[in-house]
Each structure stands twice: as C-alpha cells, then as structure tokens.
C-alpha cells in the first residue's frame, strides 16, 4: 500500500483558494480526496486516474475544484478556488490499485494524516 503525505491545509476567507498536495510513495495510483467535517461522515471529494486521464468530482465542489497529478513524483493536487465555510473540514488523501470508478466508496486504499481546511465567511 501507498505511503502518504499531504499538505497545504490552512485558514482562508470565504471566495479565498488553497492547494493541497499529497506525496505517494512508488507506484502508479488511482488517487483522490475525501474530506471530514466535524459530527459527519468521511464524504468523496475528487479522484483521478491512475494516469491522470480522467477525474470525477462531488457534486458540491464541480466547477470550484480541480484535481491533477504529476505522475513522475507520484503526487496528486486540489486546487480549491471559490471556497465556502461548508468547505471546512479535515482533507485526506488516497490512493488505491483499483480503478477511479471505486473512487466514492471509502473501503478501499491507503489514507494521509488529513490536512485541514478552514474557511472563514
């Protein structure tokens, strides 16, 4: 399994951007983020395929967040631009062998420390 490490959390005010970089140790990964806000559940925010050729996003954050990858330093990016107080939570990174399609379930793959976003209105 991928060893993960992310960073770039922070404190922004609403309609502010942040990127977050998570750092995969080797292999070719299907990877993605998943986010925690306090009392609920861990939720799917984005994913990637293993070669960086197609991406799916949670509705919440479609036309606001972008993921991308550079696959020679097996590192996965989301940019949050237009971000809301909704936004906060805790971000986790992860990377799993199975395809992009088994990206929303949780069940699957290596998680990051998590990372957190605060977003202040």
């Known amino acids: 399994q991928a060893q993960l490490v992310e960073s770039g959390g922070g404190l922004v005010q609403a309609g502010g951007s942040l990127r977050l970089s998570c750092a995969a140790s080797?292999?070719?990964?299907?990877m993605g983020w998943f986010r925690q806000a306090p009392g609920e559940e861990r939720e799917f925010v984005a994913a990637?395929?293993?070669?960086?050729?197609?991406?799916d996003y949670a509705d919440s954050v479609k036309g606001r967040f972008t993921i991308s990858k550079i696959n020679v330093k097996n590192t996965v990016y989301l940019q949050m631009n237009s971000l809301k107080p909704e936004d906060t939570a805790v971000y986790y990174c992860?990377?799993?062998?199975?395809?992009?399609?088994?990206?929303?379930?949780?069940?699957?793959?290596?998680w990051g420390q998590g990372t957190p976003v605060t977003v202040s209105s």
């Open positions: 080797g292999g070719l990964w299907t």
């Open positions: 992860n990377a799993r062998m199975q395809g992009i399609e088994t990206m929303r379930l949780r069940s699957f793959g290596s």
């Open positions: 990637i395929s293993s070669t960086g050729g197609t991406t």
